[in-house]
């Protein structure tokens, strides 16, 4: 459930799984967050991204119609377009956490965020990605690469706020006029110390604990 008086999509990152890569507590205070959509069906489907910065502001809403092939292409074209739409108001040095409801693309997401810091540049894991997408699937790495945090958290289809632009792109098709922005956030709140284990608490008291 969403901790009260949160921004919706630090929320749902904060509390969404992101495969295989660990999700400690720093992680959470990404720059921008940025969910997508996409959608399929035979007479026509849609694409839809949200992006917020950390403290909630919106940045940017877009719905827009689209013909993919079938549901797997949908997703991986509505990130890559998200992803283009934050490049273009984001600085490179931002942290991006990413909202998807698909877990193949969200693994592979993150293997990839994996394969940028292996000497070699190998993934941990094989991609695995549908063949029609291989020229998203580049304009996806290449975003990727170009900032400088970034990781995907899974979310609930229910649960993604770009679901129904997706899915009823020509009824949201007025969130495309809205105001474009070029937000920062603002500064990350203040981390508390991290309490030093029991075995190390106590090294400097009166019962010094044995190395």
């Known amino acids: 459930m969403a901790a009260h008086g949160r921004p919706a999509l630090r929320d749902l990152f904060d509390e969404s799984p992101t495969p295989h890569i660990a999700h400690p507590p720093k992680t959470h ?6 969910a997508t959509d996409g959608s399929f069906r035979k007479t026509g489907g849609g694409l839809g991204a949200v992006i917020e910065t950390r403290d909630g502001t919106r940045v940017a809403r877009v719905a827009t119609t689209d013909t993919p092939p079938d549901n797997n292409v949908a997703e991986y074209r509505a990130l ?10 984001a600085p490179r040095h931002a942290s991006v956490g990413v909202l998807i409801d698909h877990d193949s693309l969200a693994s592979n997401v993150n293997n990839a965020i994996l394969a940028t810091n292996h000497p070699d540049r190998k993934p941990p894991r094989p991609f695995s990605v549908p063949p029609e997408t291989e020229y998203h699937w580049r304009g996806i790495r290449a975003r990727v690469n170009g900032f400088a945090e970034i990781r995907a958290a899974r979310i609930d289809s229910n649960q993604n706020p770009a679901h129904p632009l997706a899915n009823e792109p020509m009824q949201y098709e007025h969130v495309n006029g809205e105001l474009d922005r070029c937000v920062l956030p603002d500064p990350p709140e203040p981390t508390i110390s991290e309490v030093p284990p029991p075995s190390r608490a106590n090294r400097n008291g009166g019962n010094r604990a044995s190395d």
């Open 29 to 34: 205070h990404r720059d921008f967050y940025v």
């Open 80 to 89: 890559h377009l998200g992803l283009d739409v934050l490049a273009a108001r």
